[in-house]
């Protein structure tokens, strides 16, 4: 699969600017990811603009995973990642049940002439307890163009602590941060797979506590409605879910949707983040049980 290379249609956005597309659909990899990877002057304009004070809800306490749901115990799953009429990049996620937590590790590159212009080679970790729901921690590695970080986040739930270890490969600085945490919580990368396991009726919203950005947010699940959807990997009747908040990365990050499989899996096969610049679209390309 390859980017075609051709002349930029008349109003399109210059290629540089494709290539900031690429790195926050890199990062949306579980959709509530595209804070993490955001380029520094993105981010700037997201979080310059001024907006009234919004009262926050409670943190609720995360429920956990129905005990009539089965994690698969090992499944791979691609997604292609699309801007506009663009093929920019790829994502992979590879789940693994070891006992009672699932691992997940995710990739998520630049391919083509974007790759060229500006290469993203992203890695992610995570995991979570299929029985409770509480994350285990989440770690990523990013390499974009000559920016290279490293950061650690991990959760002391004994002592309601939860500590990021950021380190810049390129300068050879390192922060440590750390702050108060709740008894469990999901987290960016695990939360797309936590939501499989919860009850998605149209019309309904639940919500969880996330660990976002060295705070834990209240994130909402807005089941919105049935729809078809077709894919690489094929067609799918999938219900649609739009993550809310009142503060943090998924209230900056402009709107974002998953579809997930009407069905007992509840699947990923599709997800979309539309940004004040432009929509990104995962499609999932194929399933993987090995």
């Not at 990877?37 to 700037?44: D, G, I, K, N, S």
């Not at 909402?220 to 649609?240: C, D, H, S």
Request: proline share 6%; aromatic share 10%.
């Amino acid at each position: 699969m390859a980017l075609v290379k051709a002349a930029w249609p008349a109003g399109n956005r210059p290629a540089t600017e494709l290539a900031t597309a690429v790195l926050v659909a890199a990062a949306l990899v579980g959709v509530l990811l595209i804070g993490w990877v955001l380029p520094r002057q993105v981010e700037a304009q997201f979080f310059t603009r001024p907006e009234a004070a919004v009262a926050q809800r409670p943190i609720p306490v995360l429920q956990p995973p129905a005990i009539t749901y089965f994690y698969p115990q090992h499944e791979t799953l691609t997604y292609s990642v699309d801007w506009r009429v663009f093929t920019t990049g790829t994502a992979v996620f590879h789940l693994d049940q070891v006992g009672d937590l699932m691992k997940i590790s995710a990739t998520a590159d630049t391919i083509g002439a974007v790759n060229l212009l500006f290469p993203v080679v992203d890695g992610f970790q995570s995991g979570f307890n299929v029985k409770t729901g509480c994350s285990t921690g989440f770690d990523k590695q990013t390499q974009e163009g000559r920016r290279k970080i490293a950061s650690d986040l991990s959760f002391d739930y004994a002592h309601g602590k939860q500590t990021l270890d950021e380190r810049n490969l390129v300068k050879g600085t390192e922060r440590v941060l750390t702050t108060n945490i709740p008894a469990c919580v999901t987290d960016s990368l695990s939360a797309m797979f936590y939501v499989q396991s919860q009850t998605l009726t149209p019309g309904q919203t639940f919500y969880f506590p996330l660990a976002d950005a060295m705070r834990t947010v209240t994130v909402g699940m807005k089941v919105e409605n049935r729809e078809e959807i077709k894919t690489p990997a094929g067609t799918f009747e999938t219900i649609k879910v739009q993550p809310t908040a009142d503060e943090g990365v998924v209230k900056n990050r402009g709107s974002i949707w998953i579809w997930y499989t009407d069905d007992a899996r509840h699947l990923p096969v599709q997800m979309q983040a539309r940004l004040f610049w432009g929509t990104i679209t995962f499609h999932l390309l194929s399933v993987d049980a090995k």
